[in-house]
């Protein structure tokens, strides 16, 4: 199973952040990766909080014959596509595709951390990954997603969006 996460705050070339997701799952398929699923969108606090716009994100389960590496490549050329500056780790962005798992390989490469490092401390993560993946399980830790979304803090915010 390859999960990958999506999220913007800021409006790109073909408008808000929602209108901006919706066209990378486009661009992604386009490019010859089959969406298998797709969670519902989330309205998320931006983590660590500060006063940037809300997030929106969500957690797309994906079927693709490129390894990592070329995933990676085609998901940063996507993002250029639709603005992405990177800069700041953590600022506000048009777009951000991650790859969360990768078949649950384990790997800390400089290009590429699998899986997505912190992933499990993340309410934006998990409850949209949780909607694709139920039976998912950290590849490090073995926890469950229900047992990772019960020990997070509560003061993580991810609202479903009204479909």
Do not use: C
Request: net charge neutral; glycine share 6%.
């Amino acid at each position: 199973m390859i999960l990958i996460g999506l999220g913007a705050n800021l409006p790109s070339s073909v408008g808000p952040p929602l209108k901006t997701l919706e066209a990378a799952l486009r661009a992604l398929g386009e490019a010859g990766v089959k969406i298998a699923a797709r969670s519902r969108w989330y309205r998320t606090a931006p983590v660590p909080a500060s006063d940037q716009p809300w997030f929106v994100n969500g957690i797309a389960r994906i079927e693709t014959s490129l390894d990592p590496i070329e995933l990676l490549a085609l998901l940063q050329k996507i993002e250029r596509q639709f603005g992405r500056r990177r800069g700041i780790r953590n600022a506000a962005r048009t777009l951000d595709l991650d790859i969360l798992d990768y078949e649950g390989r384990v790997d800390e490469g400089p290009d590429l951390t699998l899986p997505h490092p912190r992933m499990e401390e993340r309410a934006f993560v998990l409850r949209p990954l949780a909607e694709v993946a139920p039976d998912w399980r950290h590849p490090k830790s073995g926890r469950d997603v229900s047992a990772l979304l019960a020990a997070l803090p509560a003061d993580q915010k991810a609202e479903p969006i009204p479909e």
